[in-house]
């Protein structure tokens, strides 16, 4: 199975800061990979598709970007309700897998 | 608009089944993948398998392969997955989310926990 890390685990911002996800793929998977963003006790919500593919009713703030096995979402300038657990998968290669996740907090 | 409305939370003895639903509203229910995920606190987010409902073709996860049955019943518009021999490895919350690949709807969630 294809392994995604993501670094790090932990970010802490203060609003109106720019902040980027790294997610890193254990062998190349093109630009097969998707962005989820979860909130305390919701559910997995699309964020970014196929790298850098916006989604309908997402914001613009978020972004982005890579291929081959490094990828990275960011965000433009982070508002408080962006707190949350950030995750990738890749479906490159059955099965999909997901990342661990890196969760977003306020300074 | 589209809408994955899950089964509410199941409390389940060791080693018997649990069959957990996911009606979808909003959309042609036959013409879209539906894949289930496993989530527990500390092993992120696992792909169970998927079932197509328009063909009844279903994929599972290697590791899920006898513990998962996924089916769908199209004159309701519902997904159902059954776990099998539960052991508290298998208390998690579990979601349903349309599509292959990037899954762009999600249901709210499954809680299921194991516990004599």
């Known amino acids: 199975d294809i392994l995604l890390t993501q670094s790090p685990a932990i970010l802490s911002v203060s609003p109106g800061e720019r902040v980027s996800f790294s997610c890193r793929a254990s062998q190349s998977i093109g630009t097969s990979i998707h962005w989820y963003q979860q909130r305390t006790n919701g559910s997995p919500r699309l964020l970014i598709k196929?790298?850098?593919e916006s989604i309908s009713g997402i914001p613009s703030r978020f972004s982005g970007s890579g291929s081959g096995t490094d990828f990275t979402l960011s965000i433009n300038s982070v508002e408080s309700e962006d707190i949350a657990d950030y995750y990738c998968?890749?479906?490159?290669?059955?099965?999909?897998?997901f990342g661990a996740g890196t969760k977003l907090e306020l300074k | 608009q589209v809408q994955l409305q899950q089964s509410g939370a199941e409390l389940v003895r060791p080693g018997t089944s649990v069959k957990i639903s996911c009606k979808a509203s909003?959309?042609?229910?036959?013409?879209?993948?539906l894949g289930w995920v496993k989530q527990r606190p500390g092993h992120g987010l696992e792909w169970i398998g998927d079932?197509?409902?328009?063909?009844?073709?279903?994929n599972y996860n290697e590791k899920f392969k006898g513990k998962a049955t996924l089916t769908a019943d199209t004159s309701s518009s519902t997904a159902y997955m059954q776990l099998s021999s539960l052991t508290s490895e298998d208390s998690a919350v579990y979601f349903c989310?349309?599509?292959?690949?990037?899954?762009?709807?999600w249901g709210q969630g499954t809680s299921v926990t194991v516990s004599s």
């Open positions: 909003g959309y042609t229910f036959t013409n879209y993948w």
């Open positions: 196929y790298a850098s």
């Open positions: 079932i197509y409902p328009g063909g009844g073709y279903t």
């Open positions: 998968q890749q479906s490159n290669s059955w099965p999909t897998t």
């Open positions: 989310a349309r599509g292959r690949g990037a899954m762009d709807y």
